[in-house]
């Protein structure tokens, strides 16, 4: 499996459309929602985004905007702009404070005339989301997680956006080290065994990986693990399974990295989701 599939599978990064046809007057979104981002795409006419610091995005051209994690923003379009959108939130199988969107802008925009391959899934995307018909909603949800990817093919092509994992896996050595903690997070990882598979001596790996990913690998890897592991919660796994899918020995070991990164014990952290 490729770099990105990877990272979208065991996130289990899902979208589902809540809103599609014309838009008029102000939609409101308050940013308290969990695990939950929002991606809106313009398919004509014209609409503002507002961002949380009151600075307008003019959108007036067929584009989309992505808040990869929640966000404070409004919409808002006259009945003269005839504004019509698709609107969708986003959801992690983990939190939405996961290596994937803790490497990426708070917002990403894209213009659909900028790439063919996206103009032609956004049309079949608009040709299902205005019109009534059977699958619509399974295939409008569909199209919109394509699109995601799209969108970060896009970050992925502009160096300039790197940071975090996205950085590391531009990194041709320590590419090597992150596709294979995101394959096998179960397995044995030392400092020794990374920088081993980067081709690299243990203090220029830790000091290349802390430089490029903003992390020490020991860090990230554990990022990596509570990431992977919400994910296998929401799906009824018991914990003490789960701790061994993800390279612990037991539930304690696992609580002990989940109350590092969130706080929380598994169960509890569980309990928190499931109550929002």
Known sequence: MDKLSL?????????????????????????TAQNEGHIHLLASGRMDVID?????????????????????HRLQAKESDNAKVVCASIRYGADTSNPLTNALPGMV??????????????????????????????????????IIVHLLRAV???????????????????ARVIIRLHESPAEP?????????????????????????????????IDWRVSVAQSELKKGKPVSIVANEVGYENSSALSKAFKRKTGLSPSAWLKSYLQH
């Open 7 to 31: 990272i979208l599978d065991r996130l289990s990064v899902t979208a589902g459309v809540f809103f599609s046809g014309e838009m008029c007057g102000l939609a409101h979104f308050d940013g």
């Open 52 to 72: 949380e610091n009151g600075d307008v995005i003019k959108l007036d051209k067929p584009s989309v905007i992505f808040f990869p994690k929640p966000s404070i």
């Open 109 to 146: 925009t894209l213009d659909f005339a900028e790439n063919e391959y996206v103009l032609a899934t956004v049309n079949g995307l608009f040709e299902e989301a205005f019109h009534d018909r059977d699958g619509k909603q399974l295939l409008i949800d569909r199209l919109t997680e394509v």
């Open 156 to 174: 992925l092509s502009k160096g300039t956006d790197y940071r975090g994992v996205l950085a590391g896996l531009a990194h041709h050595q320590l």
């Open 189 to 221: 990882w030392t400092l020794e065994s990374m920088s081993e598979l980067a081709f690299m001596s243990r203090s220029k790996f830790a000091e290349e990986f802390r430089r490029v990913v903003g992390q020490t690998p020991g860090d990230y890897l």
